[in-house]
Nanobody
Framework: QVQLVESGGGLVQSGGSLRLSCAASGSIFSIYAMGWYRQAPGKQRELVALITNSMTKNYTDSVKGRFTISREAAKNTVYLQMNSLKPEDTAVYYC??????????????WGQGTQVTVSS
């Protein structure tokens, strides 16, 4: 099992910044990628940013140039630096870890979620 603990959410004004942190513990070997998803009220959960073991990064188009994902291997922690926040970034943000189980199977693990609210 993999445990993910998020921190860093909160209330910020439009144009402001927040940094989310996600610390992984437990059976963390064979984690292929970690990332952040978000879910706004009435909407589906969507991928925000992802970083793989090889440090390849992917972002959803709406956050490119504003958000930066990074990973600190020594602390088993992934960060999401969010700048120039907009009201439409308001959502519950979830940390995700993808763990390799077999050559053809991966398993997703999720944090409990942290609320990010951007006021206009």
């Amino acid at each position: 099992q993999v445990q993910l603990v998020e921190s860093g959410g909160g209330l910020v004004q439009s144009g402001g910044s927040l940094r989310l942190s996600c610390a992984a513990s437990g059976s963390i070997f064979s984690i292929y990628a970690m990332g952040w998803y978000r879910q706004a009220p009435g909407k589906q959960r969507e991928l925000v940013a992802l970083i793989t073991n090889s440090m390849t990064k992917n972002y959803t188009d709406s956050v490119k140039g504003r958000f930066t994902i990074s990973r600190e291997a020594a602390k088993n922690t992934v960060y999401l630096q969010m700048n120039s926040l907009k009201p439409e970034d308001t959502a519950v943000y979830y940390c995700n870890a993808q763990k390799v189980i077999t050559l053809t199977t991966m398993k997703d693990y999720w944090g409990q979620g942290t609320q990010v609210t951007v006021s206009s």
